[in-house]
């Protein structure tokens, strides 16, 4: 049992932060693919607009805890 919850909690680790960087990516290319026709959807602009705030919250969020959690840990290993 113990194993299995260790596993898990080291594949969310790495797992959600890989998520929300491949999210912002995906919406950072469809953000940029859909300005050049301003003209023909406006609300398809609004959609990825939103879209690529929240992915760049959600992951710099991510990626600061996730690397806080990692210098945290090198700084106590470094003064044991």
Not at 21 to 33: A, D, K
Not at 65 to 79: N, Y
């Amino acid at each position: 049992m113990e194993s299995v919850l260790s596993r898990l909690i080291g594949f969310s680790f790495v797992a959600l932060p890989a998520a929300a960087v491949i999210w912002f990516l995906v919406s950072l290319v469809g953000y940029l693919q859909a300005r050049p026709h301003r003209e023909d959807q406006p609300e398809r602009i609004r959609a990825w607009r939103r879209s690529l705030i929240a992915s760049a919250i959600t992951a710099g969020v991510l990626v600061a805890l996730c690397g806080g959690i990692v210098a945290l840990l090198a700084a106590a290993v470094a003064h044991m």
